[in-house]
């Protein structure tokens, strides 16, 4: 389906600039974290999230290292396929967060592509399912300690 | 002739405002209540916290928040996700379940409405009739693009409204089915992303004259069309169409109420959709309920360009006029 039926206007904030930075334990940084937000008009389930994947600086981050944090718990990204209970408001970040021994410093490139399935949308059969794009630069210099 | 029809707003008219937190749920009542809305519909997997199983304590808030600002909590708009599981459609359990969930959740709100969709299949409507009416509460299956009136499965919906014959069991028109020429936003788009303005001229003719996809192919590939293109011609073609008014008259008992749908208003005008003959036919056709404003631009016209608050506002005051309210 096309550019505007798919409300591509959403695509632009998969990556939310807000609120990222490395994660600290013990004064070590064990890993970072950034938010992203749904690119849709409403709310899906974590079912829907048919393929979540993640670059840095144009490389693919491994999914064993990725978690996925919203509604106050913690998912590894190869479960969303079964949180078919899990909801996503779209009002709702949710944090990506990465294991990366030293955590990241300065100006990286952070991509994020998701596949989410229309799950109302079966018209003819078939759901609708919409590939979103996103890239940002998000600056880690001193950015610890001001997660959400 | 008009004086059973009653005005109000889908608060999904607001999303870009909503998404960007722009404007608060007080914030869209309140514009709302400004338009001269009489009444409200809300989207329950877009603005209520804890979907699909908020607190009684919100829903009774939200009919406060609405009782206070003199709206009626007219609709609670429902999704029917028939395809949330990743190993298979939902069962017909499973959808009712999902309706009475829905029926509960409208009737803590104290809506008198839920509208579903068509992913709740004509043959569980009789299933799904004794809930509707023990919470007394109506269930809408909205008609909605790329579906029209004549799509082989609304005439089995039809068949089903007619069949059961409830009061409680029918559908809610959006007037995007009658949707004729894609609106400059959405043409924009497919520009920007590289589509030739005199590729788009020519299909835009096409669609105006009536005629098919299929007559715009040879030129599609004549010029070596890139996806973009193609996806645009395919779009435009199964979305859009001059307007062929239905005969509703025989169908309005079963209208909970209308999505009056629009996507830019202009000098008052909403030239997307023939407003003046749709409204013209629904109340010949004797139509007593609401049109309920949902405003779509907002997925090409994000960047505030045109205020949601305004758009509202305005197409409140085309309906005004134009049924004489």
Sequence with gaps: MGLVNNQRAYDKYLIWTEGYGNVLVRGHAMGYQFQTRMPNYRGNFLSCVEEFTFTLDGGEIPKKNVELLLNDKRFRLADLPSLFMEYWNVADCAVIEVAKDGGLEGRREIGAVMRLRYGYSGYFGACKVVTSRCSRILDFSGKEGDLP | ?325
């Design chain 2, 1 to 325: 002739m008009n004086g059973g029809m009653k005005l109000g707003v889908s608060l999904f008219s607001y999303s870009s405002e909503f998404f960007m937190k722009r404007l608060s749920l007080d914030e869209m009542l309140a514009i709302s209540k400004e338009a001269d809305a009489a009444g409200i519909e809300i989207v329950a997997a877009q603005m209520i916290p804890g979907y699909p199983y908020p607190t009684k304590t919100w829903l009774r808030e939200f009919r406060g928040k609405c009782e206070r600002l003199d709206l009626e909590p007219f609709c609670y708009s429902g999704h029917l996700d028939s395809g949330m599981r990743s190993d298979r459609w939902l069962n017909d359990d499973e959808k009712i379940a999902s309706i009475v969930n829905d029926l509960r959740n409208a009737m803590e709100m104290g809506a008198t409405v839920v509208r579903t969709q068509h992913t709740v299949s004509p043959s569980l409507l009789a299933g799904i009739a004794p809930w509707a009416e023990k919470y007394r509460i109506k269930v809408g299956v909205e008609i909605h693009p790329p579906h029209r009136l004549d799509t082989p499965v609304w005439l089995e919906f039809e068949k089903a409204f007619r069949d059961i014959d409830s009061p409680y069991i029918g559908m809610v028109l959006d007037t995007g089915i009658y949707q004729e020429y894609p609106y400059d936003g959405w043409i924009d788009v497919y520009a920007q992303h590289g589509v030739p303005r005199d590729l788009i001229a020519f299909l835009l003719d096409a669609l105006r004259r009536g005629d098919a996809l299929d007559s715009v192919q040879p030129r599609l590939e004549e010029e070596k069309a890139d996806d973009f293109a193609i996806e645009m011609a395919k779009e435009m073609f199964s979305l859009y169409r001059p307007y062929v008014p239905d005969e509703l008259s025989s169908l309005m008992k079963y209208v909970t109420h209308f999505h009056t749908k629009f996507y830019h208003m202009q000098d008052g005008e909403e030239r997307t959709i023939p407003y003046r003959e749709i409204l013209r036919t629904v109340a010949e056709a004797g139509f007593h309920g609401y049109l309920i404003s949902e405003y779509e631009g907002h997925y090409c016209y994000d960047s505030g360009e045109y205020p949601a608050a305004e758009q509202v506002k305005e197409h409140l005051a085309m309906e005004r006029k134009l049924l004489g309210l």
